[in-house]
Protein backbone atom coordinates (compact mmCIF):
# COMPACT_ATOMS: atom_id res chain seq x y z
CA UNK A 1 0.00 0.00 0.00
CA UNK A 2 1.09 3.39 -0.52
CA UNK A 3 2.07 5.39 2.47
CA UNK A 4 1.97 9.51 2.73
CA UNK A 5 3.49 10.17 5.82
CA UNK A 6 2.95 13.68 7.20
CA UNK A 7 5.31 14.58 10.07
CA UNK A 8 3.30 16.12 12.57
CA UNK A 9 -0.83 15.25 13.61
CA UNK A 10 -1.02 18.40 15.44
CA UNK A 11 1.22 21.78 15.28
CA UNK A 12 0.65 25.01 17.46
CA UNK A 13 2.86 27.98 16.83
CA UNK A 14 3.51 31.70 17.53
CA UNK A 15 2.10 34.74 14.71
CA UNK A 16 5.45 35.43 12.89
CA UNK A 17 6.96 31.93 13.20
CA UNK A 18 8.47 30.07 10.21
CA UNK A 19 6.41 26.81 9.69
CA UNK A 20 7.75 23.84 8.25
CA UNK A 21 5.18 21.23 7.36
CA UNK A 22 6.57 18.03 5.79
CA UNK A 23 5.18 15.31 3.97
CA UNK A 24 6.56 12.17 2.34
CA UNK A 25 5.65 9.45 0.29
CA UNK A 26 7.30 5.74 -0.31
CA UNK A 27 5.88 4.88 -3.70
CA UNK A 28 8.48 6.68 -5.88
CA UNK A 29 5.66 9.16 -6.99
CA UNK A 30 5.66 11.84 -9.40
CA UNK A 31 3.39 13.95 -8.80
CA UNK A 32 2.58 15.46 -4.90
CA UNK A 33 0.06 17.73 -3.38
CA UNK A 34 -0.37 20.41 -0.79
CA UNK A 35 -4.24 20.88 0.07
CA UNK A 36 -5.56 23.48 2.79
CA UNK A 37 -9.24 22.32 4.35
CA UNK A 38 -11.32 24.19 5.91
CA UNK A 39 -14.99 23.64 6.73
CA UNK A 40 -17.43 24.26 3.98
CA UNK A 41 -14.79 24.96 1.89
CA UNK A 42 -13.37 21.89 0.99
CA UNK A 43 -9.99 21.06 -0.08
CA UNK A 44 -8.11 23.90 -1.96
CA UNK A 45 -4.64 23.52 -3.70
CA UNK A 46 -2.34 25.53 -2.14
CA UNK A 47 0.92 24.24 -4.26
CA UNK A 48 2.03 20.84 -6.27
CA UNK A 49 4.97 19.52 -7.67
CA UNK A 50 5.62 16.87 -10.86
CA UNK A 51 9.03 16.73 -10.00
CA UNK A 52 12.40 17.45 -8.13
CA UNK A 53 12.87 20.91 -7.79
CA UNK A 54 9.89 21.70 -9.63
CA UNK A 55 6.02 23.81 -8.26
CA UNK A 56 3.66 25.13 -9.13
CA UNK A 57 1.09 27.60 -7.83
CA UNK A 58 -2.28 26.20 -6.96
CA UNK A 59 -5.44 28.24 -6.26
CA UNK A 60 -4.40 29.59 -2.72
CA UNK A 61 -0.54 30.29 -3.01
CA UNK A 62 -0.44 33.43 -1.09
CA UNK A 63 1.85 32.97 2.39
CA UNK A 64 3.42 29.86 1.41
CA UNK A 65 6.24 28.15 -0.49
CA UNK A 66 6.99 24.74 -1.02
CA UNK A 67 10.45 22.95 -1.46
CA UNK A 68 10.44 19.82 -3.26
CA UNK A 69 14.97 18.45 -3.04
CA UNK A 70 14.20 14.53 -3.37
CA UNK A 71 11.58 13.27 -5.28
CA UNK A 72 9.69 11.58 -1.83
CA UNK A 73 9.53 14.27 0.16
CA UNK A 74 7.70 17.96 -0.55
CA UNK A 75 8.08 20.61 2.54
CA UNK A 76 5.28 23.52 2.85
CA UNK A 77 6.54 26.34 4.57
CA UNK A 78 4.96 29.44 5.95
CA UNK A 79 7.24 32.24 5.95
CA UNK A 80 5.45 34.00 8.75
CA UNK A 81 2.95 32.25 10.10
CA UNK A 82 -0.74 34.06 10.59
CA UNK A 83 -3.91 32.78 12.06
CA UNK A 84 -5.42 32.57 8.93
CA UNK A 85 -3.60 29.94 8.06
CA UNK A 86 -5.28 27.80 10.73
CA UNK A 87 -5.83 25.15 9.37
CA UNK A 88 -6.33 21.20 8.33
CA UNK A 89 -3.22 20.54 5.68
CA UNK A 90 -3.56 17.39 3.70
CA UNK A 91 -0.45 15.84 1.82
CA UNK A 92 -1.45 13.83 -1.33
CA UNK A 93 0.54 12.13 -3.83
CA UNK A 94 0.23 10.14 -7.28
CA UNK A 95 1.58 8.35 -10.36
CA UNK A 96 2.53 10.79 -13.02
CA UNK A 97 0.01 9.30 -15.85
CA UNK A 98 -3.83 11.04 -16.33
CA UNK A 99 -6.34 9.17 -13.56
CA UNK A 100 -3.97 8.04 -11.29
CA UNK A 101 -5.65 8.43 -8.04
CA UNK A 102 -4.13 10.22 -5.57
CA UNK A 103 -3.39 8.62 -2.40
CA UNK A 104 -3.47 11.23 0.89
CA UNK A 105 -1.58 11.57 4.31
CA UNK A 106 -3.90 11.74 7.88
CA UNK A 107 -3.57 15.49 7.59
CA UNK A 108 -1.98 17.97 9.91
CA UNK A 109 -4.16 20.36 12.06
CA UNK A 110 -1.87 23.52 12.61
CA UNK A 111 -3.19 26.19 14.76
CA UNK A 112 -1.34 29.36 14.77
CA UNK A 113 -1.99 31.87 17.68
CA UNK B 1 -12.61 26.86 -14.22
CA UNK B 2 -13.93 24.05 -12.40
CA UNK B 3 -16.45 24.34 -9.72
CA UNK B 4 -17.77 21.22 -7.70
CA UNK B 5 -20.94 21.68 -5.84
CA UNK B 6 -22.41 19.07 -2.87
CA UNK B 7 -25.15 20.68 -2.14
CA UNK B 8 -26.37 18.67 1.37
CA UNK B 9 -23.64 19.81 3.85
CA UNK B 10 -25.50 16.90 6.02
CA UNK B 11 -27.35 13.37 5.44
CA UNK B 12 -28.06 10.64 7.80
CA UNK B 13 -29.12 7.38 6.66
CA UNK B 14 -30.16 4.14 8.78
CA UNK B 15 -28.01 1.21 8.84
CA UNK B 16 -28.78 -1.13 6.45
CA UNK B 17 -30.60 1.13 3.96
CA UNK B 18 -29.60 2.77 1.17
CA UNK B 19 -28.31 6.61 0.60
CA UNK B 20 -27.66 8.99 -2.28
CA UNK B 21 -25.46 11.99 -2.25
CA UNK B 22 -25.23 14.63 -5.15
CA UNK B 23 -22.57 16.55 -6.72
CA UNK B 24 -22.76 18.22 -9.59
CA UNK B 25 -20.31 20.31 -11.68
CA UNK B 26 -19.25 22.75 -14.17
CA UNK B 27 -16.42 22.78 -16.86
CA UNK B 28 -16.06 23.02 -20.30
CA UNK B 29 -13.88 20.53 -20.92
CA UNK B 30 -15.29 17.21 -22.14
CA UNK B 31 -12.76 14.64 -20.80
CA UNK B 32 -12.37 14.45 -17.40
CA UNK B 33 -12.24 12.20 -14.28
CA UNK B 34 -14.51 12.36 -11.46
CA UNK B 35 -14.40 10.68 -7.86
CA UNK B 36 -15.38 10.45 -5.09
CA UNK B 37 -13.56 10.78 -1.41
CA UNK B 38 -14.48 9.39 2.19
CA UNK B 39 -12.61 11.26 5.13
CA UNK B 40 -13.49 9.10 8.24
CA UNK B 41 -12.76 10.79 11.55
CA UNK B 42 -9.35 9.28 11.31
CA UNK B 43 -8.75 11.89 8.42
CA UNK B 44 -7.41 9.57 6.10
CA UNK B 45 -8.96 10.63 2.92
CA UNK B 46 -10.03 7.10 1.19
CA UNK B 47 -10.70 6.79 -2.26
CA UNK B 48 -14.28 4.93 -2.82
CA UNK B 49 -14.88 5.25 -6.16
CA UNK B 50 -13.92 6.83 -9.80
CA UNK B 51 -15.69 7.73 -13.29
CA UNK B 52 -14.36 8.23 -16.71
CA UNK B 53 -15.89 11.09 -18.62
CA UNK B 54 -15.84 9.34 -21.84
CA UNK B 55 -17.44 5.85 -20.37
CA UNK B 56 -21.38 5.42 -20.46
CA UNK B 57 -21.39 2.91 -17.99
CA UNK B 58 -21.61 3.80 -14.30
CA UNK B 59 -18.90 2.59 -12.01
CA UNK B 60 -19.62 0.12 -9.19
CA UNK B 61 -17.59 -0.97 -6.38
CA UNK B 62 -18.97 -3.22 -4.04
CA UNK B 63 -21.67 -1.14 -2.10
CA UNK B 64 -20.96 1.92 -3.89
CA UNK B 65 -22.18 3.07 -7.56
CA UNK B 66 -22.39 6.21 -9.00
CA UNK B 67 -24.94 7.54 -11.28
CA UNK B 68 -22.83 9.86 -13.75
CA UNK B 69 -25.35 12.03 -16.54
CA UNK B 70 -22.40 13.82 -17.98
CA UNK B 71 -24.76 16.20 -20.32
CA UNK B 72 -26.81 17.02 -16.70
CA UNK B 73 -23.42 17.76 -15.30
CA UNK B 74 -24.20 15.21 -12.45
CA UNK B 75 -22.01 12.90 -10.41
CA UNK B 76 -24.48 11.16 -7.37
CA UNK B 77 -22.76 8.78 -5.21
CA UNK B 78 -25.14 5.92 -3.87
CA UNK B 79 -24.20 3.63 -0.88
CA UNK B 80 -26.29 0.43 -0.54
CA UNK B 81 -26.88 -1.42 2.87
CA UNK B 82 -25.43 0.87 4.54
CA UNK B 83 -22.76 0.26 7.40
CA UNK B 84 -21.75 2.23 10.69
CA UNK B 85 -18.54 2.31 9.52
CA UNK B 86 -19.41 4.46 6.31
CA UNK B 87 -19.88 7.59 8.66
CA UNK B 88 -17.67 9.82 7.40
CA UNK B 89 -17.50 13.35 5.20
CA UNK B 90 -17.60 12.19 1.35
CA UNK B 91 -15.64 14.67 -1.37
CA UNK B 92 -17.01 14.89 -4.82
CA UNK B 93 -14.09 15.79 -6.76
CA UNK B 94 -12.95 16.48 -9.97
CA UNK B 95 -10.00 15.78 -12.22
CA UNK B 96 -8.64 17.39 -16.17
CA UNK B 97 -7.64 15.08 -18.40
CA UNK B 98 -4.23 17.66 -19.32
CA UNK B 99 -2.03 19.07 -17.31
CA UNK B 100 -1.50 17.96 -13.61
CA UNK B 101 -3.40 15.65 -12.03
CA UNK B 102 -4.86 18.23 -9.75
CA UNK B 103 -7.93 17.44 -8.01
CA UNK B 104 -10.48 20.16 -7.92
CA UNK B 105 -13.24 19.23 -4.09
CA UNK B 106 -16.58 19.78 -3.42
CA UNK B 107 -17.29 21.38 0.26
CA UNK B 108 -18.14 17.90 1.12
CA UNK B 109 -21.21 16.36 2.49
CA UNK B 110 -21.04 14.84 6.27
CA UNK B 111 -22.83 11.10 6.54
CA UNK B 112 -23.89 9.45 9.24
CA UNK B 113 -24.85 6.28 9.52
CA UNK B 114 -27.82 5.37 12.78
CA UNK B 115 -27.78 2.18 13.86
Known amino acids: DVKVTQSSRYLVKRTGEKVFLECVQDMDHENMFWYRQDPGLGLRLIYF???????EKGDIPEGYSVSREKKERFSLILESASTNQTSMYLCASCIGTYNSPLHFGNGTRLTVT | AQTVTQSQPEMSVQEAETVTLSCTYD???????LFWYKQPPSRQMILVIRQEAYKQQNATENRFSVNFQKAAKSFSLKISDSQLGDTAMYFC????????????FGTGTRLTVIP
Open chain 1, 49 to 55: SYDVKMK
Open chain 2, 27 to 33: TSENNYY
Open chain 2, 93 to 104: AFMKQTGANNLF
